[in-house]
């Protein structure tokens, strides 16, 4: 980018200075004959001095214009010194600038943001810009460049230097200009549409194609704008609806759709987050009033021109102008389905009868059923003996499919015929209830299979499941601490194998359709209408009203035998002064919006209770520090997010196990913790204090198994001190830990870890996006740690043998992960340090200024001790000293379990694999599933090696190669033909990338294949922004394809496209859909990929660059 033109006011100085120059060299001529008459002391005649004038105006014009380029070339030579200064300059604060940008993209991207395209122009701009710069200051700007023999100075040389270092300075100006992004970089990400909703299996029946065929004809007709499906609980209509709407937004029926749960106690603001969730609208707030939300959401929706908004489970007429949707003639182009289990709220929310559609989902005909059956149930019932019985129990189910598909799980690997017998007799029974929307043989099927279920563990945990709110995404780690307060699991000594045993119970309840599994990590899901059974098989022992938005504290006539209390997530703001429930175990508060506290007499009448979680975002509801005199049984106390005054009233709790203040902010220290000597579990992660810590609080915990300070943070002092770190030695029985140091001089360097067996530490700061709560066990975090690895605490070498998912991140000095020579390790000695990585499945390397490789060459070569059996992931991003090879083949060969490798802006690395030449026939890289390369400026091949005797890339299913600029291929032909398993090809914005798959093997011959190179899994290829790609391959008939699973091809922004590959028209049956910039064009048409490349692709002329028609002048 180059600055061009002088204003008229410079002209004239420069027409000035040249008269002057001009006068002045005539003088210093040193003429000594006599002067000779001149023209000027004639008598002047009034044409004379017109003339003179003119030629004086002419002659001052041609010295200006000739003296201005003179000027300026010949400061280029004297001034170059000055101007290569000046680019170093600019170079070191474009990169300062480029850094920033590049740490708030990463800030952006952890929110889901979408990036700007003016940004990532940008930032594509900048990298090429420092690139040549950088290759211009290193390959040449010598400040005394001679010419003939040393003899003079090389005048040419010097302006061209100088000319070059002065505009590539204008230009880091003007780049460092458009790098002040005013506004954001970033916009709020695509909201989540339809398609992010996971979906079961829908049963391919009849009966359910036959009801999807009328909703989509609905969904066509312009006359209908409600449809209303209806049918009995467990029948499958949230699963049909689910289908209905992906295939209504992938078929472009609209241009939007939304579907939201609304459930038995429907809550307005959740309903209306839902929505605008799903649309992408971000300006609702909890703080708002239910009308300004409404006003709001319907504003949005009507931005949308035709959008499809499906409401799940509605029990009542639900009033749509409150929630905000618009309907009818305030909005023609949106339509609404719901599912409901009553035909009543179908006729009462629909409109006019010709405006409306009502479809009925009944049960399965007996053949679907028995398919549906015998696919969940297995082969066993193909034998003689059970054929019979297996079908009588079958029609009990009475053609539903979750009674189906429960039972059929239940019975599932049994092949006694007494069982199912048994099972068929308990099917025939009449068992009346009274669920309403639940069918009597929904209800004996759910019985059955609870009735089947092998161990009373597994029946509590069920139980257990329906005390959380219909939908509610139930947290395993939940029933790990209710359960171990109620006792519900037998045979465990600590909460590790309380934690195991939770898992397998729920892992079976899943297997026998009794639960759900949940999108969100660790958490599990119960169906609504299993959970309305397993309320009634327990309501003789539990009350249960979670979830139902009650303001009042309910009715209950007796609770005498009850021991379990459910009233989460309500509206409650007043308690009972005295609540009498002698037999009480757990009792569950959490979560009441309403500011409320407890009666210093609200828990005396409950002796037994085991459980009780209050948690909440308001002030601490126990008010009295006698609250708990009568509590000798509670074991499990919840307390996350409450705000504390004092904690006087937990040191009564002397048999408590399990104490979560997840959350929770102190205002003095909670010493009362110390009296809890039979604590097992202590959370305190991300609590809030304003004053230290004490160790005295941790040292008497003896029997702590579990203690989790992650995250704790404070206004005024660092957290934890140095005592608290020490004290977690004196914690025998201690197994999990999780912390986060913010100083590593916290850990005095004597200091050793105790013998942990799951722990997430993170030491230091992180810059990027650090680790949370959620991160994999046995995680080591280390942030701007000063030093290498052999300066760093002794304890960090003893707890690296259990890591297993290491990051370091900014530890500026460090050079190699393991360093031999700096260890003064021996390679005879074989020492255990070697070993330390050795359980090592996931490393990240981040933002290491002097990194230069994984292992140091000695470690390599002098030692066998030092490999990576188990890592199966490998992360290195910014690390600007990393040169040459990531990894070479002596490391490279202890890798034999790798499947995951992302490289991201190194700047300097020219290989990513070194195969070698002594490991002929060893299969490397075999285990390689996800490869991402990305902004590596000087890599010049993906796979360099002779053939695919060292490479096996039989596993690789994705590949993404972005930026990187020196790239001319991606496969040689021996590696192409064995990617079987590739599903995904994305290489974008690689200036001298040629072709995909190279048309000769090693840049040699060019290699005849007599076969067809078939990419049998490959899905989607994307080809953007490449400015000198010929095809994807150019080897004509000698390489033939095939890419029979082929469904997207993208090419976007590759001018120099003239061919594909060898093709015929039946290379691509699967071909769904061609992009070619940002247009669609569907149907091949018949032709193969390379008429239609030919056909619909047009060669586009590159991209004009700046010429300067003065760099011949002089």
């Known amino acids: 980018m180059k600055r061009v033109g002088n204003t008229w006011s410079s002209s004239l100085e420069h027409a000035k200075l040249s008269k002057d120059k001009a006068y002045s060299l005539g003088k210093q001529t040193g003429d000594d004959h006599p002067p000779a008459k001149n023209v000027a002391d004639e008598p002047r005649t009034p044409v004379n001095m017109t003339l003179l004038g003119a030629l004086i105006s002419i002659g001052g ?3 200006g214009v000739l003296v201005q380029p003179v000027g300026r070339q010949v400061g280029y030579v004297f001034h170059r010194v000055k101007y290569i200064a000046d680019l170093q300059e ?3 604060n474009l990169e300062a600038q480029r850094k920033d940008v590049l740490d708030s993209i990463d800030a952006a991207t952890r929110n889901r943001e979408e990036i700007l395209q003016i940004v990532k122009n940008w930032i594509d701009k900048v990298n090429g810009f420092i690139l040549q710069a950088k290759e211009f200051l290193q390959g040449g700007t010598n400040v005394n460049q001679k010419c003939l023999n040393g003899w003079f100075p090389d005048l040419v040389t010097r302006r061209r230097l100088g000319k070059e270092a002065k505009n590539k300075a204008e230009e880091a100006k003007e780049l460092g200009k458009e790098g002040k992004f005013s506004n954001s970089i970033s916009k709020p990400a695509p909201p989540l549409g339809i398609e992010s909703i996971p979906s079961e299996q829908r049963v391919p029946y009849a009966s359910r194609n036959l009801a999807m065929t009328n909703v989509m004809e609905a969904l066509i007709d312009n006359k209908i704008n409600f449809i209303g499906i209806h049918g009995i609980g467990g029948i499958g209509k949230t699963t049909l609806v689910k289908e209905i709407g992906k295939k209504a937004k992938s078929d472009k029926f609209f241009d939007d759709v939304v579907m939201v749960v609304v459930s038995q106690n429907p809550d307005i603001k959740n309903i209306q987050g839902q929505i605008a969730s799903m649309l992408g609208l971000t300006r609702l707030t909890d703080q708002q009033r239910e009308i300004e939300r409404a006003s709001m959401l319907c504003a949005r929706l009507k931005d949308v021109k035709k959008i499809l908004v499906i409401l799940d489970d509605v029990w009542a007429k639900l009033n749509l102008a409150a929630v905000g949707i618009p309907f009818g003639d305030d909005h023609q182009g949106c339509k609404i389905i719901i599912t409901t289990r009553r035909k009543q709220v179908c006729n009462s929310m629909g409109m006019e009868r010709l405006k409306t559609k009502i479809v009925h989902l009944g049960v399965l005909h007996e053949k679907d059923s028995w398919d549906l059956f015998k696919k969940n149930v297995g082969d066993v019932v193909d034998s003689n003996v059970l054929t019979v019985i297996a079908n009588e129990v079958c029609k009990e189910c009475g053609g539903l499919p979750i009674a189906l598909v429960t039972v059929a799980s239940a019975m599932k690997g049994k092949d006694d015929p007494t069982l199912w017998d048994e099972a068929a007799r308990e099917l025939r029974k009449s068992m009346p209830t009274n669920i309403e929307g639940v069918d009597q043989h929904v209800y004996k099927c759910l019985k059955l299979s609870y ?5 009373e563990e597994a029946k509590a945990c069920f139980l257990l499941c329906s005390l959380f709110p219909e939908d509610h995404d139930i947290l395993i780690e939940d029933l790990v601490r209710y359960g171990m307060g109620l006792r519900v699991f037998k045979k465990v000594d600590t909460m590790h194998e309380a934690r195991g045993r939770a898992k397998s119970v729920t892992s079976n309840l899943i297997d026998s359709c009794l639960l759900l599994t949940s999108d969100k990590r660790d958490c599990i899901k119960m169906h609504d209408v299993v959970r309305d059974v397993a309320i009634d098989i327990g309501s003789e022992k539990y009350f249960v009203r979670a979830g139902c938005n009650l303001n009042d504290w309910p009715k209950i006539e007796s609770l005498d035998q009850c021991i379990g209390i459910s009233l989460m997530r309500n509206q409650i703001s007043l308690l009972p002064e005295v609540l009498e429930c002698p037999k009480l175990q757990i009792l569950l508060l959490q979560y009441n919006k309403n500011k409320w506290s407890c009666s210093h007499e609200f828990f005396s009448r409950m002796n037994a209770l085991s459980v009780l979680d209050l948690s909440q975002r308001l002030d601490n509801p126990i008010r009295s520090s006698d609250a708990f005199n009568n509590q000798a049984c509670l074991r499990t106390l919840v307390l996350d997010g409450i705000k504390f005054g004092d904690t006087k009233f937990l040191g009564q709790l002397k048999m408590l196990e399990v104490l979560s203040l997840r959350h929770a902010c102190f205002s003095e220290a909670p010493n009362d913790i110390r009296e809890l000597t039979n604590l097992r579990l202590l959370d305190m992660t991300e609590s809030r ?38 004290a977690l030695r004196s914690l025998p029985r201690l197994k999990l830990l999780t912390i986060s140091i913010p100083d590593i001089a916290y850990i005095p360097k004597d200091f050793v870890f105790p013998e942990l067996e799951s722990f997430i530490i993170f030491i230091g700061k992180s810059s990027i996006d650090g680790p949370n709560e959620d991160c994999s066990p046995n995680y080591l975090g280390l942030g701007n740690l000063v030093g290498t690895m052999v300066n ?19 530890c500026f000095e460090l050079e190699y992960l393991i360093n031999t020579e700096e260890w003064g390790i021996s390679s005879q000695a074989q020492p255990r340090d070697l070993q330390s990585l050795f359980n090592l499945e996931e490393l990240g390397l981040v933002k290491l200024d002097s990194f230069k490789g994984i292992c140091a060459a000695s470690a390599l070569t002098t030692s ?9 992931r490998l992360d290195v991003c910014e690390c600007p000293s990393l040169s040459t090879v990531l990894l070479p083949f002596n490391l490279l060969q202890r890798l034999q379990h790798l499947e995951w490798l992302w490289v991201g802006e190194c700047e300097k690395l020219e290989q990513v694999f070194d195969f070698g030449s002594e490991g002929e026939g060893m299969k490397l890289l075999s ?15 993906l796979l360099n090696c002779s053939s695919r005797q060292h490479v096996q890339l039989c596993n690789l299913r994705s590949l993404y190669v972005d930026t990187c600029d020196k790239l001319k291929y991606v496969f040689q032909p021996s590696i192409a033909e064995a990617l079987h398993q590739l599903e995904s090809l994305s290489v974008m914005d690689c200036e001298k990338m040629e072709e995909i798959v190279a048309a000769k093997q090693n840049e040699g011959h060019e290699e005849k294949v007599d076969y067809k190179m078939v990419f049998k899994s490959l899905k989607e290829i994307c080809l953007i922004d490449l400015p000198n790609l010929s095809g994807f391959c150019t080897g004509g008939d000698d390489f033939p394809f095939d890419w029979p699973s082929l469904e997207q091809l993208v090419v976007k922004e590759c001018p120099k496209m003239k061919t594909f590959a060898a093709t015929t028209s039946d290379s691509t049956p699967n071909l769904k859909e061609v992009v070619l910039d940002d247009e669609f064009v569907i149907p091949l048409q018949g032709m193969d990929l390379n008429q239609y490349v030919q056909t619909h692709i047009i060669s586009k ?11 011949n002048e002089i």
């Open 1101 to 1111: 002329p590159p991209k004009a660059r700046d010429t300067d028609t003065s760099e």
């Open 927 to 941: 285990s390689l599933r996800d490869l991402y390369l990305m902004k590596l400026p000087r890599l010049k091949h």
């Open 61 to 63: 014009s041609v010295a």
């Open 792 to 810: 760093w605490s002794k304890w960090l070498k003893m707890v690296l043998n259990r890591v297993t998912h290491l990051r370091i991140e900014n």
């Open 864 to 872: 066998s001790w030092v490999c990576f059996p188990k890592l199966r």
């Open 90 to 92: 600019q170079v070191q």
């Open 451 to 455: 009735d089947y279920l092998q161990d």
């Open 689 to 726: 204090h304003e004053f230290p810590i004490p160790a005295a609080m941790v040292l008497p915990l003896f029997h702590l198994e579990e203690l989790y300070l992650f995250g704790i943070a404070s206004l005024s002092i660092a957290y934890p001190a140095v005592e608290v770190v020490v």
